[in-house]
T-cell receptor
Framework: GENVEQHPSTLSVQEGDSAVIKCTYS??????FPWYKQELGKRPQLIID?????GEKKDQRIAVTLNKTAKHFSLHITETQPEDSAVYFC??????????FGKGNQVVVIP | NAGVTQTPKFQVLKTGQSMTLQCAQD?????MSWYRQDPGMGLRLIHY???????DQGEVPNGYNVSRSTTEDFPLRLLSAAPSQTSVYFC????????????FGQGTRLTVV
């Protein structure tokens, strides 16, 4: 099956600093890479995604980069704020039908 | 639109009992799936469906059954609950099974004692 790995597991950053979460995937056929944010006790929600024909995508303070050759993609959060504290999951489709998630990263923004 | 609706939100079962977790979506999505979330394990795919009448196994299907008789509904059945099935369960749907956003239900916290 698909293996999606996330590093590091927990990330603490000072408010205003940047946070970067990296993921690697194993299925070279994967072509869609979403990122989900899950606040405590709530459902995961999509925050940004990228397709394999694009190397980078930005949405305000959030950006995602993709390196298909190396099979890794990263989430970048700039000017972090307390409301960015959450668990972030990367994911990748494999076999066209299955969305596999990484184990998640806990991001803690310290005021 | 209500989106993806799961019921119940909380459930306690005794070992060996059976139950059905309900999931319904009103977005006319083809693709529906069930995940379980355990601490440190992320979201693991249990079963999924690419359309009415079509289901398939995910990563951790043992102990669970699904059916998809309509586009809207995708119930998850636990045949004989075990403590190892204590988890938070999420149903999700997306427009297509290929590369589109998954919308999650609010989750069901299940405890098997």
């Amino acid at each position: 099956g698909e293996n999606v790995e996330q590093h590091p597991s927990t990330l603490s950053v000072q408010e205003g600093d940047s946070a970067v979460i990296k993921c690697t995937y194993s299925d070279s056929a994967s072509n869609y890479f979403p990122w989900y944010k899950q606040e405590l006790g709530k459902r995961p929600q999509l925050i940004i995604d990228i397709r394999s024909n694009v190397g980078e995508k930005k949405d305000q303070r959030i950006a995602v980069t993709l390196n298909k050759t190396a099979k890794h993609f990263s989430l970048h959060i700039t000017e972090t704020q307390p409301e960015d504290s959450a668990v972030y999951f990367c994911a990748a489709y494999y076999g066209n039908n299955r969305l596999a998630f990484g184990k998640g990263n806990q991001v803690v923004v310290i005021p | 639109n209500a989106g993806v609706t799961q019921t119940p939100k909380f459930q306690v079962l005794k070992t060996g009992q059976s139950m059905t977790l309900q999931c319904a979506q009103d977005m006319n999505h083809e693709y529906m799936s069930w995940y379980r979330q355990d601490p440190g394990m992320g979201l693991r795919l249990i079963h999924y469906s690419v359309g009415a009448g079509i289901t398939d196994q995910g990563e951790v299907p043992n102990g669970y059954n699904v059916s998809r008789s309509t586009t809207e509904d995708f119930p998850l059945r636990l045949l004989s609950a075990a403590p190892s099935q204590t988890s938070v369960y999420f149903c999700a749907s997306s427009y297509s099974h290929q590369n589109t956003e998954a919308f999650f239900g609010q989750g069901t916290r299940l405890t098997v004692v």
